[in-house]
T-cell receptor, first 114, second 111 residues
Framework: DQQVKQNSPSLSVQEGRISILNCDYT??????FLWYKKYPAEGPTFLIS?????DKNEDGRFTVFLNKSAKHLSLHIVPSQPGDSAVYFC?????????????FGSGTRLQVQP | KAGVTQTPRYLIKTRGQQVTLSCSPI?????VSWYQQTPGQGLQFLFE???????NKGNFPGRFSGRQFSNSRSEMNVSTLELGDSALYLC??????????FGSGTRLTVV
């Protein structure tokens, strides 16, 4: 049972346009959400996060939106650049038995066309 | 500060063999988690260690095991390798914040 779902395995956008990556979750216990970016042959690197007490967090070209009622979050990249081409993983965190664990989605491969 | 170090970077093994992968977390981090990445499957959680104790385990067969040493370094072992075990194995360490810092991974190929 996938608790964090990224239903789009791939996305292609033109340079300069907006990239929107989506993520859905099912576990109401998740209270912190993160996005990771992964290039081939490298480990994922942290990109941006959001707490469940917020509905938006912005960091430069990257903005994450959280819709708790819909159990949905999205990552917006504006403007998209060729260097943004990578696999993006959504992750959700819950505190269970006094500790936190991250659950990852299956990833979305973003291709930004020059 | 040094990041998460995983060794080796690449490994080729034959079916039936066993393999041991190593992970050195960021200095001061006591929690180490292991993930398997295969195409289309995202990051599948293997297990997490904290202060030499396994705190959580994913849904993998008993052929997958791990341990953590007193210096927080961790190893994972896969016995009786199968072709389907070919994957990128990622280790992440975490301190007191919410996020994980990943190593570059070990690419295991089983032939």
């Amino acid at each position: 049972d996938q608790q964090v779902k990224q239903n789009s395995p791939s996305l292609s956008v033109q340079e300069g346009r907006i990239s929107i990556l989506n993520c859905d979750y099912t576990n109401s216990m998740f209270d912190y959400f993160l996005w990771y970016k992964k290039y081939p042959a490298e480990g994922p690197t942290f990109l941006i996060s959001i707490s469940s007490i917020k509905d938006k967090n912005e960091d430069g070209r990257f903005t994450v939106f959280l819709n708790k009622s819909a159990k949905h979050l999205s990552l917006h990249i504006v403007p998209s650049q060729p260097g943004d081409s990578a696999v993006y993983f959504c992750a959700a965190s819950a505190k269970l038995a006094g500790r936190r664990a991250l659950t990852f989605g299956s990833g979305t491969r973003l291709q930004v066309q020059p | 500060k040094a990041g998460v170090t995983q060794t080796p970077r690449y490994l080729i093994k034959t079916r039936g063999q066993q393999v041991t992968l190593s992970c050195s977390p960021i200095s001061g981090h006591r929690s180490v988690s292991w993930y398997q990445q295969t195409p289309g499957q995202g990051l599948q959680f293997l297990f997490e260690y904290f202060s030499e104790t396994q705190r959580n385990k994913g849904n993998f067969p008993g052929r997958f095991s791990g341990r953590q040493f007193s210096n927080s370094r961790s190893e994972m072992n896969v016995s009786t390798l199968e072709l389907g075990d070919s994957a990128l194995y990622l280790c992440a360490s975490t301190g007191t914040d919410y996020g994980y810092t990943f190593g570059s991974g070990t690419r295991l190929t089983v032939v």
